[in-house]
Each structure stands twice: as structure tokens, then as C-alpha cells.
């Protein structure tokens, strides 16, 4: 039986506007892959310590390079908001002073080119991190998963004089175990002073030391859990805004254990037990 409607077996036809926005997807795809591999290549050079090249990374670093991936819960932060939290962990480093970033691979870029640009004294940084893409900036990279907050290499551990996190996940679960691999890794487990790197305490040779220099950026909703987790170091709401690159429907919030000029503290949920 012959049908009646030629028509219909033909193929579907897409429409023009949707022709043109999956070539712009397909595009900016390319370009994005094509960005990470000229960084990959750079950074293979400037990290291999045999190497007698000219360091031909090209600063300013971007996140462009690294696509986000939304399964993994990656929303990365603006350039603003990430070179804020970048500028204010910087304040009154030193070269000896080691900062670790949890999860919060747009600031870490960010620490890199301050660092790079001359702007601050420089410091010693640490990602963890979860995607091995970030493999590619060599010693500074370890691999990272919260569900074993302390599977690390033991020479990492109480090192760190200053931390910004951001627990990929909205849950107790995640919270409480990056948590764990702070205290973990910390240098002391004191509090920071009002507006530097940190409370001035007796050192165990008897010299002055400074506590802890804390951020964690991560949901409104984690408020009362993240003063209870970092209560002995003195992290407190701030009135900071955390902006995503992409936008975020859950409200976002900067918690820390020190004020600057970008933020305050304000009132909010302060665990008494």
C-alpha cells in the first residue's frame, strides 16, 4: 500500500535559530578545549623541574580553560568576586606562608595571577581538588575527594596558615567531612584577629605566632552547621557577596574568621553548645 503523504518520511527539519545556536554551541566547545590544551602545554613546560624553557604560561590565568561541569557540581565564581577572596587571603603573607584551596579552583587561579603580577608578597598554594584537569599546575594540584577527608599525603598534614573552601555539596555529610580535612591540615586551630592573618599566640618555642585565616563560601542553608564546624577558630557570617559566573538559584554566603574592607561580619546563627 503506497502512502499517501510523501512527506512524511522524510527527515526532520531543524529550524534555523536552532541550527545557529548549536553551531555557537559546538564553537564556544571547541574554543574552550582548545584554550585548555595551549594551557595544558604551557603548564607541562613551567611545572616539569628538568625543564630549561623560557615559563610560557600566559597570565592572567582564566577559567575559560575549564568548562564547568554541573553533574560535579562546578559553578564557578566570578573574576570579581574570586580575585576579592583572593586579594584579602593575600594580606600580610609571606613566602614561608602556605594557603590551601578546597574546591575553589576560580580563587586559586585567581591567588596565581595576584601572586604572578607582583601585587602581593608571594605565598606557597595548594588546590584540592576533585577534577584532574587542574593536574596540569603540577606540585600545586592534589587530587581531592571529600568522602575520604584525610587520604592525603601526610606531609600535608598541619601545614596551612590560611584556607578559603567551598564543599562542592549542599549536605551535612559533605560540610562536616571537608571540615575535617581543614582541622586536618591546619598549622593551629586558633582563631584569626579582626582584620589579619591571624590572633597573635605563644609559639611552641615561645615566639609569637598567628592563628588560622579562614573563608568558606558555601549555602545560606549551611549557616548554623558551618559556625558549629569552625566555632573554635572564630568563622562568622559575613556580609560579603558571592557571585557565580553562571548565576545560582541557592543563596550563597561568605563565612569567615576575619573582617577586611570588602566584608563584615553581621548577625547570624552562632552555635552556644
Known amino acids: 500500500m503506497s502512502n499517501p503523504d510523501p512527506e512524511s518520511d522524510s527527515e526532520?527539519?531543524?529550524?534555523t535559530a536552532t541550527l545557529t545556536a548549536l553551531q555557537q554551541f559546538y564553537t564556544e566547545k571547541e574554543s574552550h578545549q582548545k584554550a585548555f590544551e595551549d594551557l595544558k602545554a604551557a603548564a607541562e613546560n613551567d611545572f616539569d623541574p628538568d625543564s630549561t624553557e623560557i615559563p610560557s604560561l600566559?597570565?592572567?590565568?582564566?577559567?575559560?580553560?575549564?568548562?564547568?561541569?554541573w553533574n560535579a557540581s562546578q559553578f564557578w565564581y566570578t573574576t570579581a568576586t574570586a580575585t576579592t577572596l583572593a586579594h584579602n587571603l593575600l594580606q600580610?603573607?609571606?613566602?614561608?606562608?602556605?594557603?590551601?584551596?578546597i574546591s575553589?579552583?576560580?580563587?586559586?587561579?585567581?591567588?596565581?595571577?595576584?601572586?604572578?603580577?607582583?601585587?602581593?608578597?608571594?605565598?606557597?598554594?595548594?588546590?584540592?581538588?576533585?577534577?584532574?584537569?587542574?593536574?596540569?599546575?603540577?606540585?600545586?594540584?592534589?587530587?581531592?575527594?571529600?568522602?575520604?577527608?584525610?587520604?592525603?599525603?601526610?606531609a600535608l598534614r598541619g601545614r596551612f596558615d590560611v584556607f578559603v573552601v567551598d564543599p562542592p555539596f549542599l549536605?551535612?555529610?559533605?560540610?562536616?567531612?571537608?571540615?575535617?580535612?581543614?582541622?586536618?591540615?591546619?598549622?593551629?586551630?586558633?582563631?584569626?584577629g579582626i582584620g589579619g592573618v591571624g590572633g597573635v599566640r605563644e609559639g611552641a618555642g615561645g615566639g609569637?605566632?598567628?592563628?588560622?585565616?579562614?573563608?568558606?563560601?558555601?549555602?545560606?542553608?549551611?549557616?548554623?552547621?558551618?559556625?558549629?564546624l569552625y566555632k573554635k577558630v572564630g568563622v562568622r557570617t559575613?556580609?560579603?557577596?558571592?557571585?557565580?559566573?553562571?548565576?545560582?538559584?541557592?543563596?550563597?554566603?561568605?563565612?569567615?574568621?576575619?573582617?577586611?574592607e570588602e566584608w563584615k561580619f553581621v548577625d547570624g546563627v552562632v552555635d552556644s553548645g
Open 92 to 101: 600580610r603573607t609571606t613566602s614561608t606562608t602556605r594557603i590551601c584551596v
Open 171 to 192: 549536605s551535612e555529610e559533605c560540610q562536616t567531612r571537608t571540615a575535617l580535612t581543614v582541622r586536618w591540615l591546619a598549622r593551629s586551630w586558633e582563631g584569626s
Open 12 to 15: 526532520p527539519e531543524l529550524s
Open 58 to 69: 600566559k597570565y592572567p590565568l582564566s577559567m575559560t580553560a575549564f568548562t564547568e561541569d
Open 104 to 154: 575553589a579552583p576560580s580563587v586559586f587561579l585567581q591567588l596565581k595571577n595576584l601572586i604572578h603580577a607582583g601585587r602581593v608578597q608571594p605565598a606557597q598554594l595548594l588546590l584540592l581538588e576533585f577534577d584532574r584537569r587542574f593536574e596540569v599546575f603540577g606540585s600545586e594540584f592534589q587530587y581531592y575527594d571529600f568522602r575520604e577527608p584525610v587520604k592525603l599525603p601526610g
Open 208 to 228: 609569637k605566632e598567628e592563628g588560622l585565616k579562614m573563608v568558606v563560601c558555601t549555602g545560606e542553608r549551611m549557616e548554623g552547621l558551618i559556625c558549629k
Open 238 to 260: 559575613t556580609d560579603f557577596v558571592v557571585e557565580h559566573a553562571k548565576g545560582l538559584s541557592n543563596e550563597f554566603r561568605c563565612y569567615a574568621n576575619f573582617e577586611c
